[in-house]
C-alpha cells in the first residue's frame, strides 16, 4: 500500500516501535496511543451515559443498573469475538490481506511489548462505536440504550487499560498473576487459544481454553 511503511522482517528482535505509515501525521497522532489518551476519551463518554440512564424518569435505577451489567457483560463476548473472529481473522494470502492484518493486530503480536501500540486508538474505536452502538440503538430503543450502552464502553475501556496492563504491569494478586498469565501465554505459547483478555470464561464456553495446564510460566513474558 502506498500509505504503508515498509516492514522490517518479523525475525528481528520484537522490541522498538516499528513505524507504520508513511503519512508522518497518520504515524504520529493517528497509530500511536497510550493508556492515558485512551481514559481520557472514554471515561467521559461512559459517566455522560450513565448519567443520561440515572435521570432518565422512564428507566428506574434498578432497571438502569441492571442493562449496564448486561452490557458489561455482553463486552466480554464482543471482546473475544472481535479477538477471534476479526484480529485473528484471514485476509487473504496477498500483499492487501497481510497489511491490513498487520495493522489491525499483527504488529501487535510482532511486537508485543511495544508501548505505543497497545491499546486502540480512539478514531478506530469510535468507528467500531458507530457500528455497534447504531443497530443497538435501533434494536433496544433510546431510553434501554444509555445504560446498555454505558455498561457496554465501560467494558471495552477496561478491556484496552487490562490488555496494556497484562504486558506492562505487576501482578499483585493470584487472580492478577492468573489473568497476566493466561494473556501472555496467548502470545507466547499458542496464538489459537486463550482469545479472552479481561476474563477467560468465553474461551471455556466455546472450546478454546487449553485441554491440558500449561507451564506455570512463559519465558518470554513471565507474570510478575
Given at each position: 500500500m502506498l500509505w504503508l511503511a515498509p516492514r522490517e522482517p518479523v525475525e528481528r528482535p520484537r522490541t522498538g516501535s516499528p513505524r507504520m505509515f508513511r503519512v508522518d501525521f497518520i504515524?504520529?497522532?493517528?497509530?500511536?496511543?497510550r493508556p492515558w489518551q485512551?481514559?481520557?476519551?472514554?471515561?467521559?463518554?461512559?459517566?455522560?451515559l450513565l448519567w443520561r440512564a440515572a435521570r432518565d424518569p422512564l428507566v428506574s435505577s434498578g432497571a438502569a443498573a441492571s442493562l449496564a451489567l448486561l452490557g458489561l457483560a455482553a463486552w466480554t463476548?464482543?471482546?473475544?469475538a472481535l479477538h477471534r473472529f476479526v484480529f485473528h481473522a484471514g485476509f487473504g494470502?496477498?500483499?492487501?490481506?497481510?497489511?491490513v492484518h498487520f495493522l489491525i493486530h499483527g504488529v501487535h503480536h510482532d511486537y508485543p511489548?511495544?508501548?505505543?501500540?497497545?491499546?486502540?486508538?480512539?478514531?478506530?474505536a469510535a468507528v467500531l462505536a458507530v457500528l455497534i452502538g447504531w443497530p443497538l440503538h435501533a434494536a433496544v430503543g433510546a431510553h434501554a440504550f444509555a445504560p446498555l450502552f454505558g455498561g457496554l464502553v465501560a467494558g471495552y475501556l477496561w478491556y484496552d487499560l487490562t490488555h496494556y496492563w497484562a504486558h506492562h504491569g505487576r501482578a499483585r494478586t493470584a487472580l492478577?498473576?492468573?489473568?497476566?498469565?493466561?494473556?501472555?501465554q496467548h502470545h507466547f505459547l499458542d496464538n489459537g487459544e486463550r482469545y479472552g483478555v479481561t476474563t477467560p470464561f468465553w474461551d471455556y464456553v466455546f472450546g478454546t481454553a487449553p485441554r491440558e495446564p500449561a507451564p506455570g510460566a512463559v519465558s518470554a513474558g513471565r507474570a510478575r
Open positions: 504515524e504520529r497522532h493517528l497509530s500511536r496511543v485512551v481514559a481520557v476519551v472514554w471515561a467521559p463518554f461512559t459517566l455522560w463476548l464482543l471482546e473475544y494470502g496477498g500483499a492487501l490481506g497481510r497489511d511489548h511495544d508501548p505505543d501500540r497497545l491499546v486502540m486508538p480512539p478514531l478506530v492478577g498473576r492468573k489473568l497476566k498469565r493466561w494473556h501472555l
